[in-house]
């Protein structure tokens, strides 16, 4: 009985062990099927989205949510994720995506004139998802107030009508494109251009659409790159207020490329609008100098500057702001480049010729069009450059940016890499030598800002100084003591060792290696000559908004130095 009972209990022992193995094994392995079954399913389900926004004629994105309250165009259910279309605005749930591409058709960004070189093409409605306080053109009451698919907008002139109000003759009426006709290029201008350059006929301005007389065409040049992810989000808000023709990823196309667009266009009216850093812009007007060179002078457009970069003191002097971060809308941003002013913009050779005897490199040539300099902040340039060409993932916040070029700055005080910069090099001002006194950096200006939103030539505006423009084609050269003074500097403490105004700047570098930078572009540089001199003009835009308490003493003071020089003379 002692055996019979100790077996019995031995085998109950054996069989709860693998029970318990048993559901062990099933809760880790259990969860990993299901998790590689869920995986297997999601990569199937993004292939064959991915699928079905390469084949369709919409520039569909998907989203995990929404911004706003959404319905599907073609169920009508409410949906918190979803695809959106980034020319038409069109959004639909996941299941209806093949059903969205054979109900509706997007933007034509191309289509046959009916005839005559003022045609008129209907409005395109979309049912749905109309934005928030919207009116309806007919009645004058809020759109889309309703918790459902209603009200419609339409594409072109982002008009937007009551369900009730809604009548067959909106359907067949003639669109005019809204408040932004006059930078709208239309889908048969573009037909009709074709047609005329087939025919060698270039007189564009007689096929200028809607009989407008101030027809402006704007092209939206945007580095995703640039900022804080804002390219892409911008990318899609003017692909829906414009023609997504006039509107280019400069990820995805050059400069030179997209601005043939010009040359379809009527001479002297393009204007471009840049989405990027300073950088992005210099890259456009080296481009836009590629059309001189090509004979297409007629065709060249104005720049505007929305600025996403990190220092943006191009787009500040220009007064566009020191930074964008989607606080302002971008309807507000076509008006400002609708309303804003044609000035020059001096464009600077610098040539860099090594020193040798037996050197036979060329000489390295940059364009300028913000400064040049050598000395600490060149340094700081130089350290976050390679910082950034390391980890690039961490740079795409401004906040950062600023940060590391104030950790390098503060670095550099410590260190003064750059000092006794005086005995180095020698500098000379339209042939004359200048006399430097101990230094550690010398900077030469073409605009007024520099670091960041400084405006260095001036200092803390306690002293008479001579005026400086972005147009006189004149040079501001200054001296600084080292990082500190910088500092100091930027926050009004203290002035710059101005040097002089010049047409032509030349620097000798006479010994050691030293750091450079031309608009932000930095390198370490051994002996050499540096030469500056003129090189062309940009047409640029200049927007005239609400004037800074720094710009309004420093015009303040510049027009005192006005009177005092006209009572002297």
Not at 327 to 354: C, F, S, Y
Request: hydrophobic fraction near 35%.
């Amino acid at each position: 009985m002692e055996g019979t009972e100790s077996r019995s209990g031995t085998s109950s022992s054996v069989v709860a062990d693998w029970s318990l193995v048993f559901w062990t094994l099933c809760s880790v392995i259990l969860p990993v099927l299901i998790t590689l079954w869920c995986s297997f399913q999601r990569s199937r389900r993004q292939v064959l989205i991915r699928d079905i926004f390469r084949k369709s004629k919409h520039d569909w994105h998907y989203t995990d949510l929404f911004g706003q309250p959404s319905y599907c165009c073609v169920c009508a259910q409410h949906i918190l994720q979803g695809a959106f279309c980034n020319c038409c605005g069109l959004r639909v749930s996941e299941g209806c995506l093949k059903k969205a591409d054979q109900l509706f058709l997007c933007k034509e960004i191309m289509m046959r004139s009916n005839g005559g070189a003022h045609s008129s093409m209907p409005h395109h409605w979309i049912r749905g998802n109309v934005p928030l306080c919207s009116c309806c053109m007919i009645c004058k009451q809020q759109c889309g107030t309703q918790p459902k698919l209603c009200d419609y907008r339409c594409v072109w002139c982002q008009y937007t009508v009551h369900d009730e109000c809604m009548m067959d003759c909106l359907k067949t009426e003639e669109c005019t494109f809204g408040e932004f006709r006059d930078l709208i290029i239309p889908p048969y201008y573009l037909s009709t251009i074709n047609q005329m350059r087939k025919d060698k006929r270039t007189n564009y301005e007689k096929v200028v659409p809607y009989c407008r007389k101030h027809w402006m065409p704007v092209i939206i040049l945007a580095n995703t790159r640039s900022g804080n992810n804002m390219g892409e989000t911008l990318l899609g808000e003017f692909k829906i207020l414009l023609n997504p023709v006039q509107v280019f990823d400069l990820s995805k196309t050059a400069p030179a490329k997209a601005l043939q667009l010009c040359t379809l266009l009527p001479c002297n009216a393009v204007r471009v609008l840049v989405c990027g850093g300073d950088g992005t812009v210099g890259w456009v007007l080296d481009a836009i100098d590629e059309m001189k060179i090509k004979g297409q002078e007629r065709y060249i457009p104005q720049v505007a500057i929305l600025p996403l970069g990190t220092g943006n003191d191009l787009s500040n002097t220009l007064g566009w702001g020191a930074g964008y971060a989607g606080e302002v809308p971008v309807e507000q941003i076509l008006r400002n480049v609708m309303e804003a002013d044609g000035i020059k913009l001096d464009r600077w050779k610098v040539q860099v010729t090594n020193k040798g005897y037996y050197n036979l490199r060329k000489p390295k040539v940059f364009t300028m069009n913000n400064y040049f300099s050598i000395g600490p902040d060149a340094l700081m340039a130089l350290n976050f450059h390679a910082h950034r060409e390391k980890t690039p993932s961490l740079f795409s916040s401004r906040i950062i940016n600023k940060a590391v070029y104030f950790f390098y700055g503060t670095k550099d005080c410590l260190v003064q890499e750059c000092k006794d910069l005086n005995k180095k090099v020698e500098l000379e001002l339209d042939g004359e030598r200048i006399e430097l006194p101990n230094l550690e950096g010398i900077i030469v200006l073409n605009i007024g800002y520099w670091g960041g939103g400084c405006r260095l030539w001036e200092g803390m505006g306690d002293e008479p100084y001579p005026l400086a423009r972005h147009d006189d084609g004149l040079l501001e050269v200054v001296g600084v003591h080292g990082s500190f003074h910088c500092a100091q500097i930027q926050v009004k403490l203290a002035n710059p060792v101005r040097l002089g105004q010049a047409h032509t700047v030349r620097l000798i570098l006479k010994s050691s290696k030293m750091p450079m930078q031309v608009d932000g572009e930095p390198w370490a540089q051994g002996p050499c000559t540096v030469t500056i001199t003129h090189k062309t003009h940009a047409l640029m835009l200049y927007h005239s908004g609400e004037q800074t308490d720094d710009e309004a003493s420093s015009m303040s003071e510049q027009d005192h130095l006005r009177e005092q020089t006209d009572e002297d003379v």
